[in-house]
């Protein structure tokens, strides 16, 4: 990064020192297969060593090109297919064939249940999905044949256990492709949003090949070096921040299909991974796993991660555990990816207490919420980037799109942080109500909307709570219709039925009344800091109604009623 004078206020100009790549995911995939094209591009790292597929470039491209012809048989250019499932090989395959036959895939949450499917393709106007048979307890096949008749627009669903079939439709046919820009629609990522529903974020090619290729540079990614992650590619991080970071350096992407900590520690060594994209909780259970300390790690360098805090503990216990450099992140889909990044020569202090400077190319600055003026350095204010990061808009959502992308283009995040002299940005909290459990955003009001659907609740409130393991998990804090309570088991099973399994709450609070401001608004940040000082007290989850007192309010004081009974 290029060395600039101390700030004077909370603006970062774009740095150009790295020229931007003007450049397609497909035409990059084309330029590694002439360059480097019997180096090993992609590893499907199943737990069994020996079952493992590996493409090189070459072979990536060709089957790539393939999946492009099949596509481009029963749709056109410009067409959103849809990919229902979890990391694997094929889900590569379709995302490089999509691209080169400029359509645009649609990533859809292998965790969704059929309420959350049925938007996103009816929302995306889909005219395809792929998906899995199964996963976990979801039968996915059974799930879109009954969505089927309610969606006109989508013409063919091709389950995964088919997909040889499908490819086979590919061969032969004339190979002439449409013509692709980099600023181009590549990608629709759904992002659930503070009014309900989730709105799907336009990314371009431009923007996640660019994104990627930076947040690689600045963590040291060599030529040719390999790559490992466990990240779902229905992420942004996983399909372009991970896999086009390690293509960006003609680099090895080593894709674990579903995060096993033992298995990534043998993937590690027998790889000989460099680089691992894992958000803290991963990171906790590679050190924790008993086999640690007799497997082979001295290929690692790099540890990439971020999605929720990363505590200092955990940056200093592996530095010196596993004899690597760290590099955290901070990106949001609507941005392509990664904003902001520290860098792994930055002090153990600046690596946990900021998140980093702002990425080459992008102009940032610390605004007032209300009036977009730029923010004094230290003081708080609202993130707002700008410049080729930007996504292109929320598909078919003009007034959704115009919250958030100002006219003279600046994005508004929604994240609050401030700003140092050096650039250092420090998160101060959220203007959403946005809970990051995992790595993974949830947006409160999706869950209170299937909250109050349910017969017996007045009132739902649903905010984050602080967790070792998760960095936040979901609470819901319930106001009941006449004071009977359903029970906690019974409310679970209420949202498992709509939502997927990360989005339900996993603490229930209930209450007569909620803490308000005089003009009747829920103080969400007054739940918040009950729960963090206990005085609210959480329902056992299987405890049946009837044996619960009417509030369950604990030292609450008079916001939440003086009909407060302690428990």
């Not at 020229?19 to 480097?36: C, F, K, Y």
């Not at 090989?89 to 379709?94: D, G, I, R």
């Not at 080169?100 to 859809?108: C, D, E, K, N």
């Not at 002299?421 to 790595?439: H, P």
């Amino acid at each position: 990064m290029e060395q600039r004078p101390p700030l004077t206020q909370s603006h970062w100009t774009a740095d150009p020192s790295q020229a931007l790549l003007e450049i397609t995911l497909g035409d990059l995939l084309r330029r590694l297969a002439r360059e480097v094209p019997e180096r090993v591009a992609f590893v499907e790292a199943v737990a069994d060593a020996g079952a493992r597929r590996r493409w090189t470039y070459r072979q990536l491209l060709e089957d790539a090109l393939q999946v492009a012809a099949a596509l481009l048989r029963r749709h056109r250019p410009g067409d959103r297919i849809a990919v229902w499932a979890p990391n694997c090989a094929q889900w590569v395959l379709l995302q490089h064939g999509a691209s080169l036959a400029g359509m645009v895939l649609v990533t859809v949450n292998p965790a969704y249940v059929a309420d959350e499917v049925r938007h996103v393709l009816a929302a995306s106007g889909a005219s395809a999905i792929f998906h899995a048979d199964r996963y976990r307890d979801c039968d996915m096949t059974a799930v879109v044949a009954q969505l089927r008749h309610a969606l006109p627009e989508l013409r063919q669903a091709v389950p995964f256990p088919q997909w040889d079939r499908f490819v086979a439709d590919g061969r032969g046919l004339p190979s002439a492709l449409p013509e692709v820009r980099p600023g181009d629609m590549v990608q629709i990522q759904f992002t659930s949003g503070t009014t309900g529903r989730p709105k799907g974020a336009c990314l371009h090619h431009r923007g996640i090949v660019n994104a990627a290729r930076f947040a690689a540079q600045r963590a040291g990614f060599p030529d040719g070096g390999v790559w490992a992650t466990a990240m779902p590619l229905f992420h942004v991080g996983g399909c372009a921040g991970s896999q086009i970071g390690a293509m960006s350096s003609r680099g090895t992407f080593v894709l674990q299909p579903a995060f096993d900590a033992g298995a990534m520690l043998e993937i590690i060594e027998s790889e000989k991974v460099e680089h691992l994209h894992a958000v803290p909780t991963m990171v906790l259970a590679l050190l924790d796993h008993p086999e640690r300390p007799a497997r082979r790690l001295g290929s690692l360098r790099m540890l990439m991660s971020g999605g929720s805090p990363v505590p200092a503990a955990l940056v200093e216990r592996a530095r010196r555990e596993l004899g690597c450099r760290f590099t955290i992140t901070f990106g949001q889909t609507e941005l392509n990816g990664v904003v902001s990044q520290t860098s792994p020569d930055d002090t153990l202090e600046r690596q946990t207490a900021s998140i980093g400077r702002p990425a080459s190319q992008a102009e940032l600055k610390i605004a007032d919420p209300d009036t977009g003026a730029v923010r004094p350095l230290g003081e708080a204010g609202e993130v707002w980037v700008r410049g080729y990061q930007t996504m292109l808009g929320y598909f078919d959502s003009p007034e959704a799109t115009a919250e958030t992308l100002v006219p003279d283009g600046w994005l508004r995040t929604g994240d609050l942080a401030s700003m140092d002299a050096q650039g250092y940005l420090r998160i101060e909290g959220r203007l959403k109500d946005c809970i990051i459990r995992g790595g993974e955003n949830i947006y409160p009001r999706e869950i209170e909307n299937v909250l109050l659907a349910h017969p017996r609740v007045r009132q739902a409130c649903v905010v984050g709570a602080a967790d070792a393991r998760w960095g936040e998990v979901v609470a819901a804090v319930i106001e009941c219709e006449g004071g009977q309570a359903p029970s906690t088991l019974e409310l679970h099973h209420h949202c498992r039925r709509h939502l997927a399994p990360y989005k339900t709450p996993g603490l229930w609070f209930f209450v007569d009344r909620y803490p308000t401001t005089s003009s009747g608004k829920v103080q969400k940040y007054l739940l918040r800091e009950w729960i963090a000082q206990k005085r609210l007290v959480p329902e056992a989850f299987d405890k049946p109604a009837a044996r619960r007192s009417q509030l369950r309010v604990q030292d609450a004081g008079e916001s939440c009623g003086e009909r407060s009974s302690r428990t």
